[in-house]
């Protein structure tokens, strides 16, 4: 069984690792290698409908590990921890010199998935981690989006063109969100399992956000070391 546990966490982590937006891009003639962000990229240079797969891809790489572990009788433990490695492959890649995506979408589909499972088998209330963590998330994202969406003098195209203004709303929501889920699963009482899970989850984001092109900034910085790491935790980029 431990060989299975093993086997289990680390086929999520490669499946965390496997670099579809890149390989998606490259089947196009767009190399998307050196983008900063890989969806907004793929969105823009290649189309909607690659850029609305790399979402979805992405999201799954949080989804399945949980599905196989829930549907394979592993431990919650076990499931846990493989959701949380496929969360970390999207961020540190293996396939990518460890350098990879911030792991909002990966993470949003394992918090998502573990709560359905856990809400229809042994904890009716787990559903509201996910809920709560959604309405901060989506409140941020909104915040951005409307005002950018109802501006007049715009064609439908432009209405709905991934990416835009540098957002301070998105990236704070979701750090908030994520750094709320494991409050919320310890307030609601859920299994340690899960509380502990979805703290590793936001440890990785919050690790990855601060350090993800640190060197490159500290270089040459136009401000302080402090500012630079603050602007990093809550706004997902190092100058305003």
Not at 77 to 82: D, E, H, K, N, R
Not at 121 to 135: D, E, G, N, Q
Request: charged share 15%; aromatic share 10%; with cysteine.
């Amino acid at each position: 069984m431990l060989l299975a546990d093993i086997a289990l966490v680390v086929g999520a982590y490669l499946l965390g690792s496997l670099p579809y937006m890149i390989l998606l891009g490259r089947a196009r003639g767009v190399d998307l290698s050196q983008e900063e962000d890989l969806h907004i990229a793929l969105w823009r240079k290649v189309g909607r409908l690659e850029g609305l797969s790399g979402i979805v891809v992405d999201v799954l790489k949080g989804v399945i590990p949980i599905i196989v572990g829930f549907e394979c009788g592993f431990s919650l433990a076990v499931t846990v921890t493989a959701g949380a490695a496929g969360v970390v492959g999207q961020m540190w890649p293996i396939f990518c010199k460890f350098d990879g995506e911030k792991g909002n979408t990966a993470g949003a589909g394992m918090m998502l998935t573990l709560s359905i499972y856990l809400s229809m088998t042994t904890s009716p209330l787990a559903y509201w981690v996910f809920v709560i963590a959604a309405v901060i998330a989506l409140t941020g994202f909104f915040v951005r989006t409307i005002p950018r969406f109802i501006k007049p003098g715009q064609t439908l195209n432009e209405r709905f063109m991934f990416g835009g203004p540098v957002s301070n709303s998105l990236p704070l929501g979701m750090i908030i969100a994520f750094g709320t889920a494991p409050l919320s699963s310890w307030l609601l009482s859920q299994p340690v399992e899960m509380t502990l899970g979805l703290l590793a989850v936001f440890i990785a984001i919050t690790v990855r956000r601060l350090t993800a092109g640190l060197s490159e900034d500290l270089e040459e910085p136009k401000t302080s070391i402090r500012s630079i790491l603050i602007n990093r935790l809550l706004y997902d980029r190092s100058y305003l």
